[in-house]
């Protein structure tokens, strides 16, 4: 039986704890087969071992998809500044991501409380270069 690779890794997303043992019998192959196929798959990038940390557990009470648009010439600057806002609040910025539809950027991020989010947002919308500024609240994760 030929395995697809995104049999695999859909599996894996669902979840990440299961054995080679646990994925051969699952897909009639031989432990060794799934074994080189998911270290193939890390060697090549595809995917590599994460976490998923409930946020809210740690008290991070408010998570939110932060957009922004900035000017070019600033764009590592501003980043920078996110490190220094971690520093100066207490946040947890999950994820930075460059994106080409509404935003320039999008930061999913995770805060104790509302007056932490809106010291990063003041923060964040006077930092030079930065144009917009434009968070969601994220009311529920589904998957």
Known sequence: MKVKTEEILRTLREDSKLSYVALSKQFGVTEAAIRKRIKNLVNEGVFNYTIDIDYRKLGYHISAFIGFDAKAEYYHTILE?????????DFMISSVYQT????DFMIASSFKDNTD?????KMLE??????????AIINQKIR
């Open 81 to 89: 500044k996110l490190h220094e806002c971690e520093e100066k609040i």
């Open 100 to 103: 080409s539809i509404d935003h």
């Open 117 to 121: 989010l809106t010291l990063f947002l």
């Open 126 to 135: 006077e930092t030079e270069g930065v144009l917009k500024v434009c968070p």
